[in-house]
């Protein structure tokens, strides 16, 4: 009969068990960067669609309606502000999308439409050119409107006129859509994130940047999309809007 020693029934040591649960930690910790990595990636991809979707509704808006909604303000519900267009209360700063008025779904409880991190903070920005007497693209639109929305590249050089020593993305855009990102929750305080909350015309858009990286306008995930005159003058004019 085979005999068995003590020694051969011992489990793990505790130096074994300690390199276990470490190389447990290890796998653990790396599955939950990729579900992050994977939920963030998810959530930017939805941002883009809200983006497009906000963009083809202020089209189709215009094309029925001869003006583009002012934007919403922060009390007005989701509601353009004034009611009825006109000069806008809210046309550069702090200006939501008017989803209620656009007949958009998805909305919050008070109106707003989220973006792809769907907190309060993460409500849809819009702006609307003021060119033309200041309320002509909100009133009514004509084929001489002259827009004056910039898109940057960077807030480096730019004024606040125009793009400056920047690269210009555009330079008469009659609307631009954006969402502050996953960090619309903090104040701006990077160069390029705080020139869209600026009250005036001109905007930054570039690919992501994290904080303490070589980007000279600091940390950056802002999304931002702009809509061109000849998109919205042509599909006024199929629509009979503009002749």
């Known amino acids: 009969m085979k005999h068995y020693t003590c020694h ?29 990595s994977r939920q963030e990636v998810q959530r930017i991809q939805e941002t883009e669609t809200l983006l497009n979707e906000a963009r083809d509704a202020l089209i189709g808006y215009a094309a029925t309606n001869g ?17 009825g267009g006109g000069v806008c209360t809210n046309a550069y700063k702090n200006g939501y999308l008017p989803a209620v008025t656009l007949g958009l779904s998805g909305v919050d409880d008070q109106g707003y439409l989220r973006d792809g991190w769907q907190l309060k903070a993460n409500r849809i920005r819009y702006a609307v050119t003021k060119a033309n007497n200041t309320n002509a693209a909100t009133t009514a639109i004509t084929s001489t409107l002259a827009s004056d929305l910039y898109v940057c590249n960077s807030s480096i050089g730019i004024t606040s006129t125009n793009c400056g020593t920047a690269q210009t993305l555009t330079s008469n855009a009659v609307a631009v859509v954006f969402s502050l990102g996953k960090n619309a929750s903090k104040a701006a305080t990077s ?53």
């Open 8 to 36: 051969q029934y011992q489990g793990f040591s505790l130096v074994e068990m300690a390199i276990v649960l470490l190389i447990a930690g290890l796998l653990l910790g790396g599955g939950l960067g990729v579900v992050a």
């Open 67 to 83: 003006r583009l909604p002012c934007p919403a303000s922060s009390t007005s519900n989701g509601i353009e502000s004034p009611v």
């Open 191 to 243: 160069k390029d994130e705080k020139a869209n909350v600026n009250n005036n015309a001109i905007f930054v858009s570039h690919s992501p940047s994290k904080a303490g990286t070589a980007n000279p306008g600091g940390e950056f995930d802002d999304q931002v999309i702009w809509l061109s005159p000849n998109i919205l003058f042509n599909r006024m004019i199929q629509a009979g809007k503009l002749p």
